[in-house]
């Protein structure tokens, strides 16, 4: 990859697309992960305002404190970046007490952990909408259109998607070359919706370069019958979240009435 062609290709189309909107600047949610580290210093080098908002939810103290140092750093080589600090803690809390109870809590942590991402969202879009700004997605090419790793209307809800093309290990790439700090590049990929350190490969259960492999496999029109041990169960992996998500990555179905009826 042509890293740096790659870099300025971004910044100049993020640039672009604000100018033409005749919009400011942007928001994006800054989580100590390697895809908010990229997308954000991108959006920092368009020399647009850029709000980068900290939006913890029990969140881990190593995920909050990366963030945190990530903010820092864009302050100290861009004068464009604005922080705003919202703990969403006790809004998510006051959310779940308004909940009906559950017999088993264990059948609604996924459904909390979506409604996280989804406050998270509307934070975004509170502050896009004060400082007329566009809200910059973080979601790289394997979870957007791989596996669909995102929540909908969450991380999903945004305005553009300035890294959406570029596989996980490309966006890595970019954060070698933009000087994103050491302890973001090496900290392992999570989502940070459970309030702990569990990691997407947990989740998922493949690595991205695992995932990667999976989807350019998919693409040349191969089946699980083609692989033996791991890479068939990584296949399987893939091609099962693919399917599952699909709904994430399709246009929302319209039912058209037909003009008879009209």
Same mark, same amino acid.
């Given at each position: =990859?042509? %890293?740096?062609?790659?870099?300025?290709?971004?910044?100049?189309?993020?640039?672009?697309? /604000?100018?033409?909107?005749?919009? $400011?600047?942007?928001?994006?949610?800054?989580?100590?992960?390697?895809?908010?580290?990229? %997308? @954000?210093?991108?959006? /920092?080098?368009?020399? *647009?305002?850029?709000?980068?908002?900290? =939006?913890?939810?029990?969140?881990?103290?190593?995920? &909050?404190?990366?963030?945190?140092?990530?903010?820092?750093?864009?302050?100290?080589? +861009?004068?464009?970046?604005?922080?705003?600090?919202?703990?969403?803690?006790?809004?998510?809390?006051?959310?779940?007490?308004?909940?009906? %109870?559950?017999?088993?809590?264990?059948?609604?942590?996924? @459904?909390?952990?979506?409604?996280?991402?989804?406050?998270?969202?509307?934070?975004?879009?509170?502050?896009?909408?004060?400082?007329?700004?566009?809200?910059?997605?973080?979601?790289?090419?394997?979870?957007?259109?791989?596996?669909?790793?995102?929540?909908?209307?969450?991380?999903?809800? &945004?305005?553009?998607?300035?890294?959406?093309?570029?596989?996980?290990?490309?966006?890595?790439? *970019?954060?070698? +070359?933009?000087?994103? @700090?050491?302890?973001? =590049? $090496?900290?392992?990929? %999570?989502?940070?919706?459970?309030?702990?350190?569990?990691?997407?490969?947990?989740?998922?259960?493949?690595?991205?370069?695992?995932?990667?492999?999976?989807?350019?496999?998919?693409?040349?029109?191969?089946? /699980?019958?083609?692989?033996?041990?791991?890479?068939?169960?990584? +296949? *399987?992996? +893939?091609?099962?979240?693919?399917? /599952?998500?699909?709904?994430? =990555?399709?246009?929302?179905?319209?039912?058209?009435?037909?003009?008879?009826?009209?």
């Amino acid at each position: =990859m042509q %890293t740096e062609k790659v870099v300025n290709h971004i910044v100049d189309w993020l640039r672009d697309y /604000a100018t033409n909107a005749r919009i $400011k600047g942007f928001v994006i949610g800054v989580s100590g992960g390697i895809d908010s580290a990229v %997308t @954000s210093t991108l959006c /920092a080098k368009t020399g *647009l305002d850029l709000l980068c908002i900290e =939006m913890p939810i029990h969140q881990a103290e190593n995920q &909050v404190n990366r963030a945190s140092r990530h903010i820092d750093w864009l302050q100290e080589n +861009f004068k464009n970046v604005q922080r705003q600090p919202v703990n969403l803690t006790p809004i998510f809390d006051s959310f779940v007490n308004a909940l009906p %109870t559950v017999e088993n809590e264990e059948e609604r942590f996924m @459904s909390l952990a979506n409604t996280r991402a989804r406050l998270r969202m509307t934070t975004l879009y509170y502050f896009a909408a004060l400082k007329g700004y566009l809200v910059a997605g973080t979601g790289n090419k394997v979870e957007d259109f791989g596996v669909g790793f995102y929540t909908k209307y969450g991380d999903g809800g &945004v305005d553009l998607s300035p890294i959406a093309d570029l596989l996980k290990t490309q966006v890595y790439e *970019l954060g070698r +070359f933009l000087g994103v @700090s050491e302890e973001i =590049m $090496k900290a392992p990929p %999570t989502d940070g919706l459970w309030g702990d350190d569990r990691t997407d490969e947990d989740q998922i259960g493949a690595s991205y370069p695992e995932l990667e492999w999976a989807m350019k496999m998919q693409d040349e029109g191969k089946t /699980a019958d083609d692989f033996l041990g791991r890479e068939k169960e990584v +296949f *399987l992996i +893939f091609t099962r979240l693919n399917k /599952a998500n699909r709904h994430k =990555m399709v246009p929302i179905p319209v039912c058209k009435i037909p003009t008879s009826f009209l």
